[in-house]
């Protein structure tokens, strides 16, 4: 599949398995490999790029700011 060029390192090749969507927004879910990766976007943008389940897309990842949580200790 191939990139097109970007500042983002983190890709993730797989198959589109859900897209949810609205009037204004859409939840497009995607299996690559053993990860789940979920992109919101817009439903604008998920129509024109066709995303439908059984797709094949890539989703780019740059994180500035990534939360980790851990539970409480007792």
Excluded: C, W, Y
């Amino acid at each position: 599949f191939p990139h097109s060029r970007t500042s983002a390192r983190n890709h993730f090749t797989g198959i589109v398995t859900k897209v949810t969507k609205d009037l204004v927004m859409a939840q497009v879910e995607i299996q690559a490999g053993p990860f789940r990766v979920v992109s919101l976007m817009s439903a604008e943008a998920a129509t024109e790029l066709g995303l439908e389940p059984g797709s094949r897309a890539t989703a780019s990842v740059k994180a500035t700011n990534v939360v980790v949580d851990v539970p409480e200790s007792r």
